[in-house]
């Protein structure tokens, strides 16, 4: 029996979980796993190196390779066999957000919100009470804006 892999680091929810053909050919949809969807994102539309794709997700390199080829599989046969798309399941855990404080440079981590919970907006510097802060992607700043946001809409959640 083989061993279970490790979980692959997500850093964002996708915003739409099915994409469907115009016309319904009767097939069973396509389901494709959160992690392969994030091994999309970073080599096809990011355009990183495989290894440091890997890295970002914590995955070795031929474990990185393996979900990728899954991911573009079966989104090839959804789209030649006019099959619709699910994105959902997989083995993964989302990232921790990370903000810097604007006035004090404080530099924290967040778990990922979930319905219901914190997003960021609202989100104080554990270290002197400041809403002013800056979201930190692969060390890129966003502006953390203090408009509210729905769920799985963008702002400061990634979203």
């Known amino acids: 029996m083989p061993r279970q892999r ?9 915003l739409c979980r099915k994409f469907s053909p115009e016309v319904e050919c009767g097939k069973k949809p396509v389901v494709v796993q959160l992690e392969e969807l994030e091994a999309i994102r970073l080599k096809d539309i990011k355009d990183f190196e495989q ?9 070795s390199r031929p474990t990185f390779q393996r979900i990728l080829y899954s991911a573009r599989q079966k989104i090839a046969t959804a ?11 997989g083995n993964y855990i989302m990232q921790n957000r990370v903000f810097e ?3 004090c440079h404080h530099v924290w981590e967040v778990a990922p919100c979930t319905e219901g ?17 800056m979201k930190l992607d692969n060390g890129v700043k966003h502006a953390c ?12 959640c990634g979203h």
């Open 6 to 14: 490790c979980c692959g680091l997500i850093a964002e929810e996708p």
């Open 51 to 59: 290894a440091i794709c890997a890295s970002m997700m914590g995955l």
């Open 79 to 89: 789209l030649v066999e006019g099959r619709a798309i699910i994105i959902e399941g």
């Open 101 to 103: 404080c604007v006035d």
């Open 117 to 133: 919970g914190k997003h960021g907006y609202e989100i104080a510097c554990p270290q002197c009470g400041s809403m002013k802060k």
């Open 145 to 156: 804006g203090g408009q509210q946001h729905q769920h799985g809409q963008g702002g400061c």
